[in-house]
């Protein structure tokens, strides 16, 4: 699958960083290692900031680092077998294993196992996890030197600003700050809502009422946060919603760069921004993480900045677990045996241009994709069905070109990488199966009772939250 294998990659870009980690803004580098700050965000979509192409939410914070960083815009997370996209994608990070090596860490890592804390910790970093617990394997959080779930952004950020004054003359430290917004209810002070009014602000291009046909998790609970048909009055309030709630976090960001600035460790500090998964609002009618279109579960942000870093984007097909090795060069701490993500430190640094030239996301057991970063095939076994896309001419996944004439050997081709991908990584979901389901669905399936889940769900997810 990659075109350079993560050993030789290393080989050939470790002196090349040493050199490029010799200076910080024209200065030399204390012998002290720099600092880490991983910011995971909860559902933030890849255009989910003002710097990453959205011209409706505010966030300066978050695009002050942005836009002296290198942005990858084509970044994923491998995928999910359950609903809960994130509990994986987490796992994914912090073990640096790809999903089906990974999912059998969900519940625990194996205490021989290389973990992100740990080897922060082996590396001398003092480490902190503050943010959602439940969502993450219990053994890995607890490998944190200090650990944090309160409830919202601002109590995240009170304590990694006190974690951060209390470290500064200690050694360096690593953050992993990964709090609950923006996922639903979509909390924030009233003062956020009040800077977005549902009715000034833009459907998504590939906004459509219905799903087309059944994808295999139609009434998942994310589905049922609003009724069928999707409104464009009901996704631009739920956009309002979700907008707001990035603006606070934003703003709570803007504390964590403060406090670094005034303990003089801002200039030695890599900042990490991520999403754990992506998330369709109103996209193909879909409103959740659980699919493969690129507005949906698996496209992430992800965004390297700091010192020696200059303002650059990347195309490179990278995953989130390419965070853990990319961290551990940064840092100059050794990378674990098991890790099978690949360090992107050469790509941050400019010195390569991508390291893989094919891309798996997978959900469940009834959707898989394959990209070559133009060219993209999504597959759902359950009703034999195939899409394909040109990402170049179609970014938003408007025109299936499956059943178009002259695609048929192009599908085929990616089958086969599809399969070839799947052995790579442990897939044991076949591709076909012998009585395909009918691909047809509409609301009228839904029973009494996932209809009255539906209607509490929207009331919920209409209302503050907390």
């Not at 408007?398 to 399969?419: F, H, I």
Request: with cysteine.
């Amino acid at each position: 699958m990659f075109s350079i294998g993560r050993r030789g990659f290393l080989a050939a870009g470790g002196a090349g960083l040493a050199t490029a980690l010799l200076s910080v803004r024209g200065h030399a580098v204390e012998s002290r290692r720099p600092n880490i700050v991983v910011i995971l965000v909860d559902d933030l979509r890849p255009d989910g900031l003002a710097a990453l192409g959205n011209p409706v939410v505010k966030t300066p914070h978050f695009d002050s680092l942005v836009t002296n960083g290198c942005a990858f815009r084509r970044a994923y997370t491998m995928g999910s077998m359950v609903g809960a996209v994130c509990l994986p994608s987490r796992t994914m990070l912090l073990t640096g294993r790809s999903l089906f090596r990974a999912e059998d860490k969900a519940s625990g890592v194996e205490p021989a196992s290389y973990t992100f804390p740990r080897a922060m910790k082996e590396a001398g970093y003092a480490t902190l996890h503050a943010g959602k617990f439940g969502n993450s394997p219990k053994r890995i959080t607890d490998e944190f030197d200090e650990t944090y779930d309160p409830g919202n952004a601002t109590q995240v950020v009170d304590k990694v600003t006190d974690f951060i004054r209390r470290t500064a003359s200690r050694g360096p430290m690593c953050v992993y700050m990964a709090g609950h917004e923006p996922h639903d209810p979509q909390y924030a002070p009233e003062e956020f809502y009040a800077r977005y009014r549902a009715m000034d602000i833009p459907l998504p291009r590939a906004f459509a009422p219905f799903h087309p046909f059944d994808n295999g998790e139609m009434t998942v609970r994310d589905e049922m946060t609003l009724p069928f048909p999707r409104t464009p009055e009901d996704i631009r309030g739920k956009l309002a919603r979700y907008y707001a709630s990035i603006s606070y976090l934003d703003t709570e960001l803007g504390r964590v760069i403060q406090t670094l600035k005034d303990t003089k460790q801002f200039d030695n500090t890599y900042f990490v921004i991520a999403g754990d998964n992506g998330l369709s609002l109103g996209e193909h009618g879909l409103l959740g993480k659980q699919n493969l279109y690129e507005y949906g579960g698996m496209h992430v942000p992800l965004v390297i900045s700091g010192p020696g870093i200059s303002r650059r984007e990347s195309n490179a097909l990278v995953y989130l677990m390419d965070v853990f090795p990319t961290v551990c060069d940064l840092a100059r701490a050794s990378i674990p045996a098991q890790v099978e993500g690949l360090s992107l430190a050469s790509i941050v640094h400019g010195r390569a241009r991508r390291v893989r030239t094919r891309l798996f996301t997978a959900y469940g057991k009834v959707q898989r994709a394959v990209s070559d970063g133009r060219w993209k095939l999504i597959r759902y076994p359950r009703i034999h069905k195939n899409q394909i896309f040109d990402l170049e001419a179609d970014p938003h996944e408007m025109n299936d070109l499956s059943e178009q004439p002259g695609y048929a050997k192009r599908v085929d081709a990616m089958l086969k990488e599809l399969s070839e991908l799947q052995s790579e990584f442990g897939d044991p979901v076949p591709l076909h199966v012998p009585n395909p389901g009918p691909a047809d669905w509409s609301p009228g399936l839904l029973t009494p009772e996932q209809l009255r889940y539906q209607a509490e769900e929207t009331a919920r997810c209409a209302g503050t939250g907390t």
